[in-house]
């Protein structure tokens, strides 16, 4: 694999040749080790990556990516060099990673190889704008402060000055990613099945923008209910991943 699109997947399971491979996206502001927990949760058969763009953690040095459209096409060219094509992928993202998951769909199924199941976490449909005011423009101490209120980033990362100077500009580039990001339309439908998740006290979320889902495909939809806020996949990770095996079972046949 080109070395450059390597960086872009971290493996959470061992490495082997599966016949089903998950690869998991973060939300705004994270990378794979949003993930990390997932690897001890995993079974032996199912392959699973983090995906970690550029700007943080390992990649901290690189600039961070500026549009979706980016970011698909490099997810989409790591994952097709990590796959077979008789490879069944499953793809997973949460909140921003929900929208690079499916654009990230809409590129493999255009180069192939297709994706067999697309999980969506956390996110309003393609179509519809997000009930958050956007912050992305703010000065820094403006966009600090409202960070603080979101519950995602740990405390001791927003007290630390020197270390938020670092990682600023990757969280911005992140959060106005999925600030600009509404498609007019949905001009392809997917031909997987698409699984919609989302907590019921996620203040940004209408269960109308998360039923939206149900427009980008062609397939099958499903739309599974969790307790706790936006971040509930950090509270509930076990409840998450035994959902999404059940998903991948059901729509790859996958026995274990």
């Not at 499953?90 to 067999?116: D, M, N, R, W």
């Not at 697309?118 to 101490?141: E, F, K, N, W, Y």
Request: net charge neutral.
């Amino acid at each position: 694999m080109n070395q450059q699109l390597s960086k872009l997947l971290v493996p959470l399971t061992p490495s082997h040749e599966a016949d089903s491979k998950l690869f998991c996206f973060p939300y705004a502001g994270g990378g794979a080790a949003v993930y990390r927990p997932w690897g001890k949760l995993l079974p032996q058969y199912l392959q699973a990556f983090a995906v970690q763009p550029p700007g943080r953690e390992t990649r901290f040095s690189e600039a961070p990516l500026k549009t979706l459209a980016d970011y698909a096409a490099q997810a989409s060219m790591a994952i097709r060099q990590a796959c077979a094509t008789s490879t069944k992928i499953i793809l997973f993202g949460h909140s921003l990673g929900a929208i690079a998951a499916y654009e990230t769909a809409k590129c493999l199924a255009q180069t192939g190889p297709s994706v067999s199941l697309l999980m969506v976490s956390g996110r309003q449909d393609p179509t519809t704008m997000s009930r958050r005011l956007p912050i992305s423009h703010l000065t820094d101490a403006e966009f600090v402060r409202q960070m603080a209120t979101y519950n995602g980033t740990p405390a001791a990362i927003l007290a630390n000055k020197e270390l938020l100077d670092i990682l600023l500009p990757m969280i911005k580039a992140d959060f106005a990613m999925a600030e600009h990001y509404r498609l007019a339309k949905i001009d392809r439908l997917l031909t997987c099945p698409v699984v919609a998740l989302a907590s019921r006290q996620d203040e940004w979320l209408s269960e109308s923008a998360v039923q939206g889902w149900a427009h980008v495909t062609e397939k099958h939809f499903e739309l599974k209910w969790f307790e706790g806020d936006h971040f509930y996949l950090n509270q509930q990770a076990g409840k998450v991943v035994d959902f999404a095996l059940e998903k991948i079972a059901e729509t790859t046949a996958v026995k274990s």
